[in-house]
């Protein structure tokens, strides 16, 4: 069954303190693995598109990579404005269940000043 | 802003009742996708429609029923209301035809309370 897990489910940093997400997924020929950050009370607003193991894409302080098995979401000296659920996504493996995106239930991230 | 209306913002019914979600899609995107989201099981997919036409269905119960309309814009209804529809249903947009289309445009969602 295709599944995307994502841990921890939440983290406080001090700001300036470093730390990463994962994501772990099982699903067969990945066709795309999508990072979004969700605000509260707001809709998931994406940020990036991995495809292939080894692929890194970076934007501001947040650095995403990916391996055949997960994904990193790095951030570096995160600010307070950084606070945010960061949700990760991937398309059904072929043969799987219909639909676009199966969403992990994401990081809830704190920065406290 | 992401493009992406929904209306209503928020919304209070009662069990076995009936009510209408509408989305209107970034302008020029053909694809609204609608997704429910809530705090045991995370952001579900629902159903899928590209110029008028369901392309995909995910876990969308019988008593859930969507369409898009020439004009593009989509409504998702939802009868015979239960506890346990209240959750957030976001309506997203691409502009993508192809087979998946992982960037997506949410809109702010409509928060659905049952009472």
């Known amino acids: 069954e295709d599944q995307v897990t994502q841990s921890p489910e939440a983290l406080r940093l001090q700001e300036g303190e470093s730390s990463s997400l994962n994501c772990s997924y099982t699903?067969?020929?990945?066709?795309?693995l999508f990072w979004y950050r969700q605000d509260p009370g707001k809709g998931p607003e994406f940020l990036f598109t991995?495809?292939?193991a080894g692929e890194e894409k970076e934007k501001e302080r947040l650095k995403a990579t990916l391996t055949k098995k997960e994904s990193f979401l790095h951030i570096t000296a995160p600010k307070p404005e950084d606070s945010a659920t960061y949700l990760c996504?991937?398309?059904?493996?072929?043969?799987?269940?219909?639909?676009?995106?199966?969403f992990g239930k994401g990081t809830k991230l704190s920065v406290k000043p | 802003d992401s493009g992406v209306t929904q209306t209503p913002k928020h919304l209070i019914t009662a069990t076995g009742q009936r009510v209408t979600l509408r989305c209107s899609p970034r302008?020029?995107?053909?694809?609204v996708y609608w997704y429910q989201q809530s705090l045991d099981q995370g952001l579900q997919f629902l159903i899928q429609?590209?110029?008028?036409?369901?392309?995909a269905k995910g876990n969308i119960l019988e008593r859930f029923s969507a369409q898009q309309f020439p004009d593009l814009h989509s409504e998702l209804n939802l009868s015979s209301l239960e506890l346990g529809d209240s959750a957030l249903y976001f309506c997203?947009?691409?502009?993508?035809?192809?087979?998946?289309?992982?960037?997506?445009?949410f809109g702010e969602g409509s928060r659905l309370t049952v009472l």
């Open positions: 997203a947009s691409s502009v993508q035809a192809g087979e998946v289309a992982g960037e997506l445009f």
């Open positions: 991995l495809y292939s």
């Open positions: 302008s020029g995107d053909l694809s």
């Open positions: 429609y590209y110029n008028g036409e369901e392309r």
């Open positions: 996504a991937v398309p059904p493996g072929r043969g799987g269940s219909q639909g676009n995106l199966i």
């Open positions: 699903v067969s020929g990945l066709r795309g």
